[in-house]
């Protein structure tokens, strides 16, 4: 992709790609619709992205409208239905999302986080946890923000510990003025030295064996699985050592359920023993 887009330019190649995607039929009034285009200027973009695209659409004159063509591969968008149902289209289709009860985190807390990660920065900020319920003093160097599902963290580096670890955002603390966040100068902890986050594994699902053949292949089909050598259904998911936890929670494999068809998928026996040591 080219980085010499405009904002303007970039919005206008994903909203084709996910109207001719999940859609199947794309026309100029899709895009003066959506950005207020006149029509030169909705058939001017819309070239530009057929001469960097030219095999993903086809015109169809029975649709009088661009379809997807059979090589189509998405160069904007990720190819996810995630982005067709997030957009404001959800809203004429009707779709519902059931959205996690997130807790809404003060501007004020994360700025000095971000700040601390940019600038890669020691930070001295107040912290509960649920073995030390009162806010205390931590000097972290976090790096990274991370999203599981359902809340965010701060990957970053505690002095308390001496070790990586990961921090609820929620549970930073900066109304009292005594942990009001002040910064301690460089870190010399980043995540090139958080050899958790930099070590890959490779999580191996695989329908529960208690299921019968064909609800294993149905279960197999929802997760697009893929059949090894040994004719066994797999999906192989790639995910750093420090996040695997957070996967493994995601995918409800963190408790194993007495009734396969609530459990539905296991995790492969050759790489749960990899994976034991980061669970805890």
Partial sequence: MSLNL??????????????IQWEGRLTLQHLQQEFGFGRSKAKKLL????????????YDASLKGYKPSDLFTPAFTQGHIDEYCRSELSDVIGIQ????PLRNIDPNLIRPILRAIRNQQRIDIGYQSLSSP??????????????DGLRYHVRAHCE?????????L?????????????????????????????SQLVLKIEPDSRLNEQQQRIIALDYQMQQNEQG????????????????????????????????????????????????Y
């Fill in 232 to 279: 066994s259904w797999v999906r192989e998911i790639p995910v750093r050592a420090a996040l695997a936890r957070y996967l493994l929670q995601r995918l409800r494999l963190d408790h194993y359920q007495p009734k396969p068809e609530a459990q539905q998928i296991v995790i492969s026996p050759s790489c749960f023993k990899e994976f034991e040591p980061y669970l």
């Fill in 160 to 168: 308390k510990n001496n070790a990586y670890r990961d921090f609820v």
């Fill in 97 to 100: 999302l059931l959205e996690a």
């Fill in 170 to 198: 929620s549970r930073f603390c900066f109304e009292n003025e005594a942990l009001k966040p002040e910064f301690e100068g460089p870190s010399t902890h980043g995540k090139e030295q958080d050899q958790e986050w930099n």
């Fill in 134 to 147: 009162d806010y205390e003093s931590r000097i972290i160097s976090p790096h990274s923000l991370v999203f």
């Fill in 47 to 58: 070239n530009e992205y057929l001469e960097r695209q030219p095999s993903n659409l086809t």
């Fill in 6 to 19: 405009s904002r303007e330019q970039r919005q206008c190649y994903a909203y084709i790609e996910i109207i």
